[in-house]
């Protein structure tokens, strides 16, 4: 499996970005595609997955009501829709991918990684 995340950049407080991760190498039918992210300094912590069968969705509760994640089934593609975007949101984000829609939380669950997108959000 292969991922590959684009979208992100800089943009103002309050403004808006779309990250999108392309998924490449097999089936995703029983799969959780996730997005982490990290900021310097700190741990990486899970921020949205995604059911690609059946669109179940989780958040993180910092960033409920502000992020959306999504899945386009055509394109093997995963989106995260990042609104009213806050300072505090700048960090590396990651998408990941496992085979089940268990421990999704847990960065050390999933098999796959994509390479980082930087997001900065200045105040």
């Known amino acids: ?3 590959q995340a684009s979208g992100g950049g ?4 309050g403004g808006s970005l779309r990250l ?31 059911m ?10 910092s960033v409920k009501g502000r992020f959306t994640i999504s899945r386009d089934s055509a394109k093997n593609t995963v989106y995260l829709q990042m609104n009213s975007l806050r300072p505090e949101d ?6 990941a991918a ?4 268990t421990g999704i939380y847990n960065s050390n669950e999933y098999d796959y990684w994509g390479q980082g997108t930087q997001v900065t959000v200045s105040s």
């Open 98 to 101: 496992k085979s089940y829609y």
């Open 20 to 50: 999108s991760c392309a998924a490449s190498g097999r089936t995703f039918s029983s799969y959780a595609l996730a997005w982490f992210r990290q900021a310097p300094g700190k741990e990486r912590e899970f921020v949205a997955a995604i």
């Open 1 to 3: 499996v292969q991922l």
């Open 10 to 13: 800089l943009v103002q407080a």
């Open 90 to 95: 700048t960090a590396v984000y990651y998408c």
């Open 52 to 61: 690609w069968t059946g669109g179940r969705t989780n958040y993180a509760d």
